[in-house]
């Protein structure tokens, strides 16, 4: 059987001369109480005589431990701090402790293996108004993300794996800050679970009503996603899930579920998954993740895909700057066509080829909402129903309810607005005199020649750009050697002058 005071054993062998422990322990009571006062101020784990106060323990152990290495360092520093320093360090220790103490934990999952903001097994415990990471053996909070700074949370099914997997991903920016290491409460939070748990393990729940904690218990084998809908529920966000009724890669199977709503993809040389959300397009489970949303996308060329070869293409996306962006919420329709709009393009490389159709299919049922506010952006008719369902009003039957499939073309909307036009000209002119049309109809022939033609010259600049032509891109059309150039004319020339010949020959005869 175990020592009851494994502390004050270990300590009882380091111990001075001079100094002993027989008065301590002439009692088992006394051996007892020193024993759960060193577990405390190292960091160790409330005993289970104390399950009661648990949750004072875990709330309160983090800032003693803080408040003793702190005391430590003042003592062994070579020259002792100035009145005023000392005052303000303890006034601020005073705030955090008050802080601390106010944030009280909600919801615990135990030994989660993390990829940011540290990479180790933790306990992650969510609080009030932080979510913490906790070394489970020496109880030490490793890091700490404020709830405030998190934008968005999304539930991943991971792909590659044999076995089900989920992923967590917490984004405190849709774009991640490049090139420079981020401030402790704005980094990502990423961590993955596996879907049937490999070994048994206990979540922890805390209530503000009850003076202990909840403790349940997950079986072998039982499914985890219900634990960390749990955690997540507690965020200030909406949880975001892939679904394959939104997108689904062409490269699934009948067994793929929901993970059939991303495609494989690399960022430069690094790996990853394309996941197509309703709302936007998320690069993620390869940090640093990246979210594009339709809004930031722009309107004109917002998801680009690009092809060699058909076995793999490449899907670009471009995002709007801050400064188109606040053109765009202007309200100026023309705002996207400046020539002097900044744009950021990401290129996502080695691609299926079989997944340009989903993708386009994809991008089509959302053109209309690219580069703008998806509410500012319905039909009239569309919001009002949007609006009688919010209310708790039944839409018609026959009415459209969400995105539907778009297979009209943009020619179709040329050819409704021209012939609408036409007619509504047409019309006009009958009821005016034939001189006066006459005259009308030339003068607005000359003008719209003029426009057509300036907007033709437009388009073959822009189709002579490197940056807009495809053909003209690096690597889309093979290189030939001028050796093997040379070859080719002269087997033309070669044809051309054995023709001239047989024509000669039959004029002769």
């Known amino acids: 059987m175990g020592s009851t005071t494994p502390l004050l054993d270990i300590l ?29 101020a190292v960091g160790g784990e409330c005993p289970t005589r104390l399950s009661n106060i648990r949750e004072d323990w875990t ?78 053996g020496t109880r030490a909070v490793e890091s700490s993300i404020p709830l405030s700074g998190i934008s968005r949370a999304f539930l991943l099914p991971t792909r590659g794996k044999a076995k089900g997997h989920w992923t967590v991903v917490l984004l405190p920016t849709d774009v991640p800050d490049k090139g420079k290491a981020p401030a402790a409460s704005c980094q990502q939070i990423i961590f993955g679970l596996d ?36 955690l997540l529920s ?74 060699a070869t058909g076995r793999t293409c490449s899907v670009i996306l471009s995002r709007k700057s801050g400064t188109s962006k606040e053109a765009y919420e202007t309200g100026d329709d023309e705002a ?12 996502f490389s080695m691609v299926d080829g079989r997944e340009q159709d989903p ?14 506010d998806a509410t500012s952006s319905l039909p009239t008719f569309l919001s009002k ?26 020619d179709d909307e040329d050819y409704e607005s021209a012939s609408s036009a036409d007619l509504d000209h047409s019309s006009s002119s009958d009821s005016d005199d034939g001189e006066d049309v006459h005259g009308s109809v030339n003068g607005d022939s000359g003008e719209s020649e003029g426009v057509e033609e300036s907007g033709n010259e437009k388009f073959e600049e822009e189709e002579l750009q490197e940056a807009h032509h495809p053909l003209l891109r690096p690597g889309a059309m093979p290189r030939m050697s001028k050796a093997a150039i040379d070859v080719v004319v002269d087997m033309v020339n070669d044809d051309l002058v054995d023709d001239a010949s047989d024509e000669e020959d039959q004029l002769e005869e």
């Open 12 to 40: 009882s062998k380091h111990l001075p001369t001079g100094i002993s422990l027989a008065e301590i322990s002439k009692s088992s009571e006394s051996r007892s109480t020193v024993e759960t006062l060193l577990s405390f």
């Open 59 to 136: 709330r309160k152990q983090p800032a003693a431990t803080k408040a003793l290495l702190e005391f430590l360092g003042m003592k062994g520093s070579k020259r002792a701090r100035e009145s005023e320093d000392t005052d303000e360090s303890n006034s601020k220790r005073h705030k955090t402790a008050d802080a601390d103490a106010d944030d009280l934990p909600l919801f615990t999952l135990p030994s989660i293996s993390t990829t940011s903001p540290i990479r180790k097994k933790v306990d992650i415990t969510i609080h009030g108004r932080s979510i913490r990471f906790i070394n489970p």
């Open 195 to 230: 879907a049937l748990s490999a070994a048994k393990f206990e979540t922890t729940s805390y209530s503000s009503g009850s003076s202990s904690p909840i403790p349940a218990t997950v079986a072998k084998g039982e499914e985890t996603v219900a634990s960390i809908r749990k």
């Open 234 to 307: 507690h965020l200030p966000v909406p949880l975001l899930q892939p679904s394959a009724t939104v997108f689904r890669s062409a490269c699934a199977t009948a067994k793929s579920g929901d993970s059939a709503a991303g495609v494989d993809a690399y960022l430069s040389a690094k790996a990853g998954t394309l996941w197509f959300f309703e709302s936007g397009i998320l690069w993620g489970e390869s940090k640093p993740c990246e979210f594009w949303a339709i809004s930031d996308l722009t309107a004109k060329d917002g998801i680009r895909l690009i092809s």
């Open 336 to 347: 996207g066509e400046d020539d002097g709009e900044e744009i950021v393009e990401t290129e």
């Open 359 to 372: 993708i386009s299919a994809w991008t089509r049922q959302r053109k209309h909402l690219l580069g703008k």
């Open 385 to 410: 129903q949007g609006q009688a369902a919010t209310n708790g009003k039944e839409v018609p039957n026959g009415t459209v309810k969400g995105a539907a499939w778009d297979d009209s073309d943009s």
